[in-house]
Each structure stands twice: as structure tokens, then as C-alpha cells.
């Protein structure tokens, strides 16, 4: 089966109805795809790939809708991508639930540390002018030092926040709920395409035509989690989808950032879900100063200088430390490697990750073996250390 066989497959198991997507990647590990789109109802429900009292559609339903949605794609200058493919992000491949299939428009990333400092600007729909303004001024700083903003294109913090780094003329992702065809919401349609003029991209799981369901928001903030490195929740009441983004990101040992400059007696509905996420432990954020100067000396964010000299010495450390880091990976030894990694500073698994370049499955499963071992001790926060 070649790849274009092998991923048209995959898009037509996408369609159906009766699958539990986020059981066919892993699956597909161990049973070939073109073994398994042939399996029967009773075998994938015995797998656990089938819904509850659900029976797979005919193959040929599913084909004739992924080849109708390949036409559709190539007609509205929409690309996609499987997970078998290389295009496809790599960290996003390594989330629980990562999608089958992506549809973007614009300039599609693999979203690691060498090609940019990827941070996701969240907040509620119903900011206010102040945060609005706030939002569109530190996005826009940190886009000029090579960070790049990842948001939701939604009315409120997200679309200041695109508007940020658009204004600076540098590229910035959107996740939608919907299909690449629907502007949602409409007012943020000129938005959209200012961020494919800057070289931007905008993403979704979604093929086109599909609406922007309820549901479909809080898969959305999975995978903006998954392409950032951290999260900046500018302003959040307590009960908001914000809180969703942010328990992936807790979930993946990512830093989460909070905007802290409020009145504390007093707190607003706005900003509860800020003090909530300051009272766990999420690093403050006072202004514009203080985020620049937690985020570039922050061990994820190193952010490069903006004169060409600044960025060549920043390159020339870059490359030296990468360098120190792969010597123990040049001896296969995958134990020292980890061990060398988390000597001087604790790290997530999804940072060993970002760092090795390996699935996280994987290294989930050495730094068990530390951990038995005793040569690694284990934080709250769910990053590790070496036991010396």
C-alpha cells in the first residue's frame, strides 16, 4: 500500500460515524491499515474502535466521501494532511487523542522549539477594552522577538491576540471549530486573511462545510495546547472554555502564564478564572515588562534578539547546546540521555520529548523505568529530576 493509498484510507475511516477516532493511531501501531480497514464490525468492536451498539458504514460510503471532500479541498485552495504523513505536527502527533486528519490553509509548521517560540493566547470572548488593547500589545512585542502567537480566531482575547502579531507583520495560527470555508465569526473574517498574507496558518480537524458545533470548541483547544510550548490566559471568568486549554497544557507539564494585574479584593467575574489558575501555582503576569522578561528567561521561551548579530550568536549557542544535549544520544544510550537532560533543571515528558524528538509514548516509558530504578524523583507538577 502506498502512502497515497494509505492516507486516503485513513481519510475515509475519518467519515465514519461508528469509530472512536482515538483508538486508530495507536491501533494502527500494531495492525497495518490495510489490514485493518478490512476487519468486520464484530472484530473492531472487539478491538474497542467501535461506538457502543454502532456497525461500520460500507467502505465504499466512506471512500466516495473522502474523494468528494478531496475535490471540495482542492476547489476552496484547502490542504490536508494525515497523521502518516511527514507535514503533519510533530507534537500533535503525541497528544492522547490526536486528530486523523488536518485541513489547513497557509503555511503549515511542525510547531518545535527551532522554528519559532510557539505560545497559545487565551482568554474569554467578553474581554474588555483594556484587556482587548493588552492582548494586541504584548502579542504584537512578542511577535517581533520570534514568538509566535497560537489562538482560537474568536471574538474577544483570541482576536486581539492574532490582530497582535498581524500588526507586526509576522505569522500566527488559528484553530477553528469548523470547516476552512466558514468564517467564524464573520467579524473576523478580514482577520483571517491578514494571517494567510503574513504567512500564517489557520488549522482544523473539521473538512469543509462543517459548522461550528458546540462540542466541537473544546476538541479545538486540544490541539491548541498541543502546538504550543506554554499558555498565556490573559482574562477568564470561572466557568470558560479557557479552563480546557489549560488543563491540556497541565496535563503535558506546560508552563501556564497568567495575567495578574487586577484588583485582588475585589476580584471581577472576568478575571475569577485567572485567580483560580494564580492560587495553583501559574506563573503571574503583571504587564507588558514583566511577561518579556519571565517568558526569555524561561528555559521553553529563550527568544531570539532581533539584529542579525543578537541572532546569530543566539544560533551559534543554540546549535552548542544541542550539541551537549545529543553527546549522550551519539553513545544510544537512551538512559543517560534522559538522566543528562534532567541533571540540572526538571523536566516534563513532553519536554524530553520536544528535546529527543521522539514519541512521548516512548520516553513516558523509560522515565517509569528511572523512576523504579530510583535514579529520578518525580515533582507534583509532573516533571522530573535526577536523584543524586
Same mark, same amino acid.
Given at each position: 500500500m502506498d502512502l497515497f493509498e494509505k492516507a486516503s484510507r485513513l481519510l475515509a475511516l475519518s467519515f465514519s460515524e461508528a469509530i472512536r477516532?482515538? !483508538? +486508530?493511531?495507536?491501533?494502527?501501531?500494531?495492525?497495518? $491499515?490495510?489490514?485493518?480497514?478490512?476487519l468486520s464490525s464484530n472484530e473492531m468492536r472487539q478491538l474497542g474502535v467501535l461506538k457502543k451498539n454502532r456497525t461500520?458504514?460500507? @467502505?465504499?460510503?466512506? @471512500?466516495?466521501?473522502?474523494? %468528494?471532500?478531496?475535490?471540495?479541498? %482542492?476547489?476552496?485552495?484547502? !490542504?490536508?494532511?494525515?497523521? =502518516?504523513?511527514?507535514?503533519?505536527? =510533530?507534537?500533535?502527533?503525541? +497528544?492522547?487523542n490526536p486528530p486523523l486528519v488536518i485541513y489547513y490553509k497557509g503555511v503549515l509548521k511542525n510547531y518545535l522549539p527551532?522554528?519559532?517560540f510557539?505560545?497559545? &493566547? *487565551?482568554?474569554?470572548?467578553?474581554?474588555?477594552?483594556?484587556?482587548?488593547?493588552?492582548?494586541?500589545?504584548? @502579542?504584537?512585542? =512578542?511577535?517581533?522577538? !520570534?514568538?509566535?502567537?497560537?489562538s482560537g480566531l474568536a471574538k474577544g482575547i483570541d482576536g486581539f491576540s492574532h490582530q497582535g502579531a498581524c500588526l507586526a507583520k509576522k505569522p500566527t495560527t488559528a484553530v477553528l471549530a469548523n470547516g476552512l470555508d466558514i468564517y467564524y465569526p464573520f467579524a473576523n473574517r478580514d482577520l483571517y486573511h491578514k494571517i494567510l498574507d503574513n504567512g500564517g496558518c489557520i488549522i482544523s480537524e473539521y473538512p469543509p462545510s462543517s459548522k461550528p458545533l458546540e462540542y466541537r470548541f473544546p476538541m479545538r483547544n486540544r490541539i491548541i495546547s498541543a502546538l504550543s510550548e506554554g499558555i498565556f490566559v490573559l482574562q477568564s471568568p470561572r466557568k470558560s472554555g479557557v479552563k480546557i486549554t489549560?488543563?491540556?497544557?497541565?496535563?503535558?507539564?506546560?508552563? *501556564?502564564?497568567?495575567? /495578574?494585574? &487586577?484588583?485582588?479584593?475585589?476580584? @471581577?467575574?472576568? =478575571? $475569577?478564572?485567572n485567580q483560580e489558575l494564580l492560587d495553583m501555582g501559574a506563573?503571574?503576569?503583571? #504587564?507588558?515588562?514583566? &511577561? $518579556?522578561?519571565?517568558?526569555?528567561?524561561?528555559? /521553553? &521561551?529563550? $527568544?531570539?534578539?532581533?539584529? #542579525?548579530?543578537? !541572532?546569530r550568536k543566539s544560533a551559534a549557542n543554540s546549535t552548542a547546546e544541542r550539541e551537549t544535549i545529543a553527546s549522550p544520544l551519539d553513545?544510544?544510550?537512551?538512559?543517560?540521555?534522559?538522566?543528562?537532560?534532567?541533571?540540572?533543571?526538571?523536566?516534563?515528558? #513532553?519536554e524530553l520529548s520536544m528535546t529527543l524528538k521522539m514519541e512521548t509514548e516512548k520516553i513516558y516509558r523509560e522515565v517509569m523505568k528511572l523512576l523504579f530504578k530510583g535514579k529520578i524523583k518525580e515533582l507534583p507538577n509532573k516533571k522530573y529530576y535526577q536523584n543524586i
Open positions: 477516532k482515538e !483508538r +486508530i493511531y495507536p491501533l494502527v501501531k500494531y495492525i497495518p $491499515l490495510e489490514d485493518l480497514v478490512k461500520l458504514e460500507d @467502505a465504499s460510503v466512506l @471512500a466516495k466521501s473522502a474523494e %468528494q471532500v478531496r475535490r471540495e479541498c %482542492q476547489e476552496k485552495g484547502i !490542504r490536508l494532511v494525515t497523521i =502518516f504523513d511527514e507535514e503533519y505536527p =510533530f507534537y500533535l502527533k503525541n +497528544i492522547y527551532r522554528e519559532g510557539y505560545l497559545a &493566547f *487565551i482568554g474569554t470572548r467578553r474581554s474588555d477594552d483594556n484587556m482587548n488593547l493588552l492582548a494586541k500589545k504584548i @502579542a504584537y512585542e =512578542f511577535s517581533l522577538r !520570534r514568538g509566535h502567537v497560537i489549560v488543563n491540556y497544557g497541565i496535563e503535558a507539564g506546560k508552563n *501556564i502564564y497568567v495575567y /495578574s494585574h &487586577f484588583p485582588k479584593d475585589n476580584v @471581577a467575574e472576568n =478575571f $475569577l478564572g506563573t503571574p503576569i503583571e #504587564n507588558l515588562s514583566d &511577561f $518579556l522578561e519571565k517568558i526569555t528567561s524561561s528555559p /521553553s &521561551f529563550k $527568544l531570539l534578539k532581533k539584529t #542579525n548579530e543578537d !541572532r553513545r544510544n544510550n537512551m538512559e543517560d540521555s534522559l538522566l543528562h537532560l534532567v541533571k540540572d533543571s526538571p523536566k516534563s515528558v #513532553n
